[in-house]
């Protein structure tokens, strides 16, 4: 039978917010030592302010762009894509329709919009399709260090321009990171945006910047989470994207969003229903005072 502090700990965390789906999940919150966070999404709000296109084909001007760019993004639920579609809404443009489109979990997104080869996402995918940044880098000097997230957008080979895009910490995540530190809880950031916005992020949320992992794909993540707990530890991670998925299936406890992809919200072990990390905090605390009763 149920122990009825286990029951009342669910009712107690789901009428503040926070979903949890079993009673196991109770045990092992209880036990956590370390918390592994996704970045994009889960610290920071995901939703961004694009501040600036820059252009690097005269063919085309910066609203073109943003029209290729959230045409190609239109129906992912990834953070980035909805912040490109809302800045393209939020400037008046209207959508093209697009022939293909595959998203590239952790890289971006392809499509053909107009007969033209659109790729949209990271360094490393252009790297994979062998487009050349190296003018973009001469043209734009300040864009790399200026703390802003970068997304390429490349058509048929070439690079057409960039999004430049600020994601910060959610408000809430510094204060989160730090309450977990002083319940013994060590916070690793896993992600796979690159090393310069990913440490960024982190020295601004106090996580040890030994325990940043970037340009981290899907495996990758699964890796690392599976290494922590080969270590000895229990871990639980928290995560919004399908990239996150497979580390949330390998975590010894898993955590997401209300506001998350279908797949990481339907597979979590606790899903935070007001998208406010502080409902992992008071799980923890809720778990623990649970199990201190019990045992
Ligand atoms: P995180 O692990 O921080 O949630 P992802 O694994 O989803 O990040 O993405 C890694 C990188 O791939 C992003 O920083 C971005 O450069 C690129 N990327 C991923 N999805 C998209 C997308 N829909 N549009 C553009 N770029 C993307
Ligand atoms: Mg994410």
Redesign the pocket.
Known sequence: SVPTSILSALTYAARNGVLIRSGRAIEILARIDTVVF?????LTVGHAGVNDVAVMDDRFTSDELLVLAATA?QR?T?P??EA?VHCANHRGLTLKTCEEWE?K?????AAQIDGIEIR??????MKTENIDLIEFERRFPDALTSGQ?L?YVAGDGKLLGVVMYSDPPRQESQDVIRELKSLGVTPYM?????KR?ANAIAGNLGINPNNVYSE???ER?VEVVKEIHDRGKTVAFC???I??SAALAYADVSVSFAGATDIARETADVVLMENDLRGLIMAIKVARDTMDIIW
């Open positions: 996704d970045k994009t999404g889960t993004e992912l990834h980035i894509a490109i998203y979990v952790g890289l971006g997104v949209v996402g990271s360094p490393r995918f997230s997304v896993l992600t796979g945006d690159v916005v981290a794909f899907p993540k995560g919004d994207g990239n996150d």
